[in-house]
């Protein structure tokens, strides 16, 4: 029996970049418990907030820098630091103001900086800006992130999803080609170069890429991806098997009824990138009765 999916983000179909949440910022109780828990110096303070970050509890580490930023003891690289770890748990605008401020705090000038510390300060700036759709900017900052460091994957993959958006497929797909062979292990960048051959409509290109791929079970819009391409290319068996790796045979059921409304929009000649927007905000919530 396959392993339950409680509830599957089953529609995620936009290249996804990552790194702002939208959780609308650090939480009362977090801040609550940065109070108690933070009576010590900076130090003590840094500690702590690290030690949190390094076990994935960002929005509790990002309470613990916030705490630490009202009493005014975050500067420079610890700004940029704190901006780094709340642009995970906040909100985009939240995320923005922070590395805003971190940007003018070290000089206003990314390229004056150490490398590593530019490179991170450009990075968090153009994710926020994309999440707001600031795609213009958010493409200088990427591009400032690549004459600091040239291979550096984030920057590669904000650069060609922006780019891809606006139509030049071909010079997207050449970076997530690049960023590919820097990080093969990243699915990321390998969903979105299939995704832009899908919005070209190359679904054959799509097949050729995601099938040949043990899925990993944390990102299953690399099946959900696969599964549209295949019924975008009249092959609904395929489709079935493999969404039936993924879920129950309920569930896919269920999916592959939901993909083929979006597949048959496309067919009728609706955008597919337009149809890909519109499938990404949909949130199909699956209770498997085979547990």
Not at 194 to 215: C, F, P, V
Not at 220 to 239: G, H, K
């Amino acid at each position: 029996m396959k392993t339950s999916l409680k509830t599957l983000c089953a529609i995620a179909l936009v290249a996804a970049l990552g790194g702002c949440a939208s959780l609308g910022g650090t939480s009362a109780s977090t801040t609550a418990a940065a109070d108690k828990e933070l009576t010590g110096s900076l130090a003590e303070g840094l500690r702590l907030a690290r030690m949190l970050r390094d076990n994935g509890r960002m929005e509790g580490a990002a309470g613990i820098y916030a705490r630490l930023d009202q009493r005014g003891e975050l500067k420079g690289a610890l700004l940029l630091e704190y901006a780094t770890v709340a642009a995970t748990v906040s909100s985009p605008r939240q995320a923005l103001a922070l590395f805003g401020r971190a940007r003018q705090e070290m000089g206003g000038d990314p390229m004056a900086l150490p490398p590593a510390t530019g490179v991170a300060l450009c990075n968090g700036l153009g994710r926020a800006r994309l999440a707001l759709g600031q795609t213009d900017a958010a493409l200088g900052d990427f591009d400032c992130a690549l004459k600091l460091d040239a291979v550096n994957t984030v920057a590669l993959n904000g650069k060609a999803v922006i780019l891809d958006a606006q139509g030049e497929h071909e010079q997207a797909q050449v970076l997530w080609r690049q960023a590919q062979e820097i990080d093969p292990a990243d699915f990321t960048l390998l969903n979105n170069l299939a995704l832009s051959y899908l919005s070209q409509g190359k679904t054959d290109e799509t097949i050729r890429l995601l099938r040949q791929l043990d899925m990993p079970r944390n990102m299953p819009t690399l099946t959900l991806n696969l599964a549209l391409a295949y019924l975008l290319e009249n092959q609904p068996e395929q489709a079935d098997q493999a969404l039936r790796q993924l879920v129950s045979e309920r569930q896919a059921e269920q999916l592959q009824a939901q993909l083929m409304r979006y597949s048959t929009r496309i067919r009728e000649g609706e955008p597919v990138a337009a149809e890909l927007l519109v499938a990404s905000r949909q949130m199909l919530a699956l209770q498997d009765q085979d547990e």
